[in-house]
C-alpha cells in the first residue's frame, strides 16, 4: 500500500517553518526521504531506521513513530532552495524496496 | 565519484513501437533499481536487481516490459510494444547493499518517454 503524504502542497516565505507527514498502513523497516525539483532525479534526504534515532542536518530532521507507523520531515527556517516535491519511500521488507508517496509540493517565496 | 547514467535522456515513439532505455550504476553498487514516475506522481518500482539476479519484479508488466542485467553492472530495461499509457519518466537506481539491507539510493537523471 501506497504511504499517504500531507499536506499535499504547502507554500512558505522565506524564513518559516514546514511539517510534511508520511503515514502507511504497513509495519515499517525504514522510511527514506528525497527531495526532487522539477525535471530532475530525486535527491536523497535522509533514511530512518526502526530503532533508529531522530535524523538531521543543517535545517532539516525528521523523525519516525514506530507504533503509528509515521514519519515526519521538519523543515525550519526555510530557504529558496529548499523549493521542490519531497517523497517519502517506505520499506516493509528490509530489503530495499520503496514504495513511495504521492509527493508533497513545496514553494519558498521570498 | 561518478553517479548513475542513463541514455538516453528523451525519446519519443510511436505506440506499438519498441524502446530500449539504458543504466549504469555507480561502481560497486550491487543493487539495482528501474522506477516507472508518471507525471505528478512518486516513483514507482518496476523491478529490483542484486548483482544479476531479480530480487522484485512483482509489477513489472511482463507482457511487455524486459529488463536485464546480465554482467550485475549496467542494466536495460525494454518495452515492447509501447502503449500510450507507458508515457512516463524512467528513473534507474543503484545503492550498496549493507548489513541494514535498507540503504540510500542514488538516482539517475531519467529518461522521459512520450508514445504518440
Known amino acids: 500500500q501506497q504511504p499517504v503524504q500531507s499536506p499535499q502542497a504547502v507554500i512558505l516565505r522565506e524564513g518559516e517553518d514546514a511539517v510534511i507527514n508520511c503515514s502507511s498502513s ?21 533514511i530512518l531506521l526502526k530503532g533508529g534515532e531522530q535524523k538531521g542536518h543543517d535545517k532539516i530532521s ?3 513513530n514506530e507504533k503509528k507507523q509515521q514519519s515526519s520531515l521538519y523543515l525550519t527556517a526555510s530557504q529558496l532552495s529548499y523549493s521542490g516535491t519531497y517523497f517519502c519511500g517506505t520499506d516493509s521488507s528490509q530489503g530495499g524496496k520503496l514504495i513511495f508517496g504521492q509527493g508533497t509540493e513545496l514553494s519558498v517565496k521570498p | 565519484e561518478a553517479g548513475v547514467a542513463q541514455s538516453p535522456r528523451y525519446k519519443i515513439i510511436e505506440k506499438r513501437q519498441s524502446v530500449a532505455f539504458w543504466c549504469n550504476p555507480i561502481s560497486g553498487h550491487a543493487t539495482l533499481y528501474w522506477y516507472q514516475q508518471i507525471l505528478g506522481q ?4 518496476l523491478i529490483q536487481f542484486q548483482n544479476n539476479g531479480v530480487v522484485d519484479d ?24 509501447a502503449k500510450l499509457e507507458d508515457s512516463a519518466v ?22 522521459r518517454l512520450t508514445v504518440l
Open chain 1, 62 to 64: 525528521a523523525s519516525f
Open chain 2, 42 to 45: 512518486g516513483p514507482k518500482l
Open chain 1, 26 to 46: 504497513k509495519a515499517l523497516y525504514s522510511v527514506h526521504w528525497y527531495r526532487q525539483k522539477h525535471g530532475e532525479a530525486p535527491v536523497f534526504l535522509m
Open chain 2, 90 to 111: 524512467y528513473l534507474c537506481a543503484s545503492s550498496w547493499t549493507g548489513t541494514s539491507g535498507s540503504n540510500e539510493q542514488f538516482f539517475g537523471p531519467g529518461t
Open chain 2, 58 to 81: 512483482s509489477q513489472l508488466p511482463k507482457d511487455r516490459f524486459s529488463a536485464e542485467r546480465l554482467k550485475g553492472v549496467d542494466s536495460t530495461l525494454k518495452i515492447q510494444p
